[in-house]
């Protein structure tokens, strides 16, 4: 009996070790903390230094860069060039009228402004983009022509609405005087199904035609000597700006009042029109400012004992003016450029009377590099308002600082670039990164601005002079008219 019950006592001794074994241990005190730094101080090294052995440091944070971060571009060629005159890059510029796709690698490299903001904020960055316009392509279904009385005629200008069918509505005025709209959205294709919408504006040809900020209103400027305000949605005529005696070159309204409108004309003369004061399309109104001879030379009178009677007589023939443009940020502010030099003018439109000699604010330093005096084509300025871009009859595009009007800034040009004649134009992209020009050698130029020195990327397909050209507000689709009588619409990867 003994035996079998010290069996018993230690077969139960065995068998509460093994749930003493399975059992977990019981759960802490809830007052007690158990964190890292209890860990820490019973493993961590004893305060008092080792005898012979130098005590170690703590590395500051301070000593640490803030701004250090990986060289993305440590694997780039070294003949990839960047601008010496770099500029603050903001996060949305570099997600502006790009693709999805390059979006998201800008997005996956550089990080999103949603997600806690992007590491280039702080940064100057100034990186060559030009892979970019290189993808511009055209094909046979982006060729649009005019037909006109007797045969296909050129297109003289194009211009891409602002908001309209997400501004890719681009309406194109020929030699003719009619004003038709393509729907950029779509290829030539769309128009094997429906007549292309068009009208006749003048009974001249168009050279200039700008639509108002809302779309709902354009001008069109033309050589029978008028411009005439058209409703876009009607296509009738609201008014008829009348009073110059020469074609009316260039048009275009007042950002921050869009109720002012300017036009200039091969007769020397800029006229100002306030739309409010309208009248009926047959009864052409008069401009509330006439700034006459803007880009005239010196007046002499002639030597005779009636010279007091007499009118003055001009030593050379009225300078035509090629483009006028209302500065950004300055509404009673007027820039211009003439056929007879490469110089700019400002107008103070506060000051300017009929009566008197019209007098300058600023004028432009001749940044001309030719020998002999050339003519500016056109004058454009960029969305932003701080630049304004002049290409010259010397083959030379010239930027100048819209703030300081003085010399320019910069230039643009290329071995087998031709301005030479006074049809050809520029377009701006909306974000102002690129310039582009047409060209007398069949061809489309276009710069990078942050960059003037290297060479432009060229876009062929053309067999005559590109003379107009438009940027879409995205970036990625170009309008270009040539004379041989088409109009392309060039696309980011060709693709419609």
Known sequence: MAENSCRRRKKQTQDNNILVFLTPPPLSDITRQINNANCRLE???PVTPTPGVPPKKRIKNDNLQNDSQPDFF???????PVSTSSRLIKDTDLYYGLSLQNALFQREIWGSTIMGGSTMASRR??????FFIKDFKTTDNNVFRFLGDRNFVAPFVCSFSHV???GKLLAAADEEGMVGFIDARYDNTIELERVRNEFRAHDNAVFDVVWSHDDCSMVTASGDQTAKLWDVELQQCKSTFGGHTCSVKSVNFNPLNPNLWVTS???????????RLIGMCSEAFKPIISIRNAHSHGISKKRSKKSSQLP???SKPTSSVTGVQFLLNQDLLLASSGASDSIIKYWDLRNQDASSNPTPVQTSVNGSLAKRPHGISDLILDKSGTRLYANSTDNYVYMYDAANLGAPIGYFTSQTYRCSTFYIRLACSPDGRYIASGSSDKSIYIWEVDFPGAEPVVLKAHESEVTSLSWSKDIETIASCSDDTTLRIWRIGGSS
């Open 43 to 45: 493993t961590s090294e």
């Open 74 to 80: 440590a694997n780039i060629p070294d003949n990839i």
């Open 125 to 130: 960055w100034n990186v060559s983009t030009r």
């Open 164 to 166: 309209a069918c997400n």
């Open 265 to 275: 004309s091969r007769d020397g003369n800029i006229f100002i029109w306030d739309t």
């Open 312 to 314: 003055p007589v001009r």
